[in-house]
């Protein structure tokens, strides 16, 4: 049966250990585990650190693989998503450096999947940044390839605040995209962390890439997204995307979820399913945090007992 799990993002006051017993407790499976660096979230869900790779010592991995082992929970991979493209120079080497340690870590804890963004040079056209990415993105992958470790990268283009205009710093958000990035990279370990949420928001099928990028797929996210057409109507798409789609918790939006498990099954697909929370209306307090991967499970039961 596909395993269930959680984005720890949402869980910024709990540490790791709680992390792990409220997955068991609230009946999950798994969870894609959140390794920023040390310090300060620069944007909501960024910046929360459930293990410090930067420290993360052989002795350390033992423990963290012997409490999982106890709780009967596994980590479905580690989950870092910075810009590691960015115009800044000396940020953007910062955000590589600490993604090896990611990758790094995720083998020395016998992990495959790493997540992550491509990330976008925001000053440069998009020709301009798959060329960019053929600089940037090779020895990342062969370092994870050298370590047993999967990238999946998120398809989101990271274009929903104003720091982030034009475009948004993710490139890979695209079918037409990834195609490119694959031409470039053809590495089997290099594919999606896939979200149907973000092609729905931005008015594309969010089941015909799942048939077509099957052997891409290292790692699904679970998130819904509603579109105000009322909104977008007056609007237009090349607005600020927020002002009019809000993301929302599986069941609470527009994607159909049993046409998404059927596509699922068609594939034969058997990895981890991954609830990513970004509904505002869950973001009152702890209390309501957990109760939204407790509501989320619930509505998931229909498709995985």
């Known amino acids: 049966m596909t395993p269930v799990g959680f984005v720890s993002a949402i869980l910024p006051d709990l540490g790791f250990e709680d992390v792990i017993r409220f997955a068991k407790q609230a009946d999950y499976q798994c969870v894609e585990l959140c390794c920023w660096p040390v310090g300060k979230a620069e944007r909501r869900y960024a910046g929360v650190t459930h293990l410090d790779v ?36 000396e940020r953007a080497a910062f955000f590589r450096e600490h993604l090896k340690k990611v990758i790094v870590a995720a083998h020395k804890l016998g992990l495959r999947n790493v997540n992550t963004f491509v990330g976008r040079n925001q000053q440069l056209n998009e020709v301009e940044n798959l060329k960019l990415f053929a600089e940037v993105w090779p020895p990342l992958v062969k370092l994870a390839a050298e370590h047993g470790v999967n990238i999946g990268i998120e398809n989101c283009p990271m274009y929903f605040t104003y720091d982030e205009w034009p475009k948004g710093q993710n490139l890979a958000y695209s079918p037409a995209l990834w195609r490119k990035l694959y031409e470039i990279i053809p590495d089997a370990n290099f594919g999606l962390n896939y979200d149907p949420s973000h092609l729905l928001w931005m008015q594309m099928d969010h089941l015909k890439p799942l048939r077509e990028f099957t052997s891409r797929l290292h790692h699904l996210h679970l998130k819904d997204a509603h579109v105000h057409r009322d909104r977008l109507d007056e609007n237009g798409i090349l607005a600020n995307p927020l002002t009019f789609h809000t993301p929302k918790l599986p069941g609470r939006g527009d994607i159909d979820w049993d046409a998404y498990f059927k596509a699922l099954r068609e594939i034969g697909w058997t990895g981890p399913v991954v609830v990513e929370v970004e509904d505002k209306d869950y973001e009152g307090s702890l209390e309501d945090r957990k109760r939204s991967l407790t509501d989320a499970r619930k509505f998931l039961r229909t498709w995985i007992p």
Not at 55 to 69: N, Q
Not at 82 to 87: G, H, L, T, V, Y
């Open 54 to 89: 930067a420290t993360l010592t052989d002795a350390r991995a033992a423990e963290v693989k012997a409490f999982l082992k106890e709780q009967g929970v596994f980590l479905s991979g580690l989950g870092y998503y910075p810009n590691p493209m960015e115009a800044d120079a």
